[in-house]
């Protein structure tokens, strides 16, 4: 490949890799909503990413009113860090920390992004065939 069909497919390439992100934030998020409410977990809380500037090497969720002890046995450090990544494409910039509702992760976030895909002629097939990531016994 030349430089010249580099430079005039960049502006292709930067739409599907935003498109790429969004798809990612996407099918994460929608599996955590369906995880948050099959579990019906509720409230508050507070995800802050991770920031190593801050030797705060893992993400957090907090929980600003009930119970720490649920929202740990719900999620993993590697769910945390991915619910992180897919909020920020989901919010669409980087955060210090996000306040939210566990019971309106889909109507804020899902579904706003679902209408970004659609309305970009994706089609939603592949978060019906990926399995969900629950907790592993052994992460423990």
């Known amino acids: 490949m030349n430089l010249s069909k580099l430079l005039a497919t960049r502006q292709t390439l930067l739409r599907q890799t935003q498109l790429a992100n969004f798809a990612f934030a996407y099918a994460t998020l929608e599996r955590f909503a369906a995880r948050i409410a099959n ?25 600003v009113a009930g119970s720490q002890a649920v929202i740990e046995e719900h999620f993993s450090d590697q769910d945390l860090l991915d619910f992180a990544d ?4 989901a919010i669409d ?10 019971e309106d992760l889909s109507e804020n976030y899902v579904a706003p992004l679902r209408k970004i895909l659609e309305d970009a002629g994706v089609s939603l097939d592949v978060t019906d065939r990926q399995p969900d990531f629950a907790p592993d016994a052994s992460e423990s």
């Open 93 to 102: 910039k980087d955060f210090d920390e996000l306040e939210f509702e566990l």
């Open 39 to 63: 579990a019906n977990l509720r409230g508050p809380v507070r995800l802050r990413p991770a920031d190593p500037d801050d030797e705060s090497y893992w993400a957090s969720l907090t929980a």
């Open 86 to 89: 897919a909020m920020t494409f």
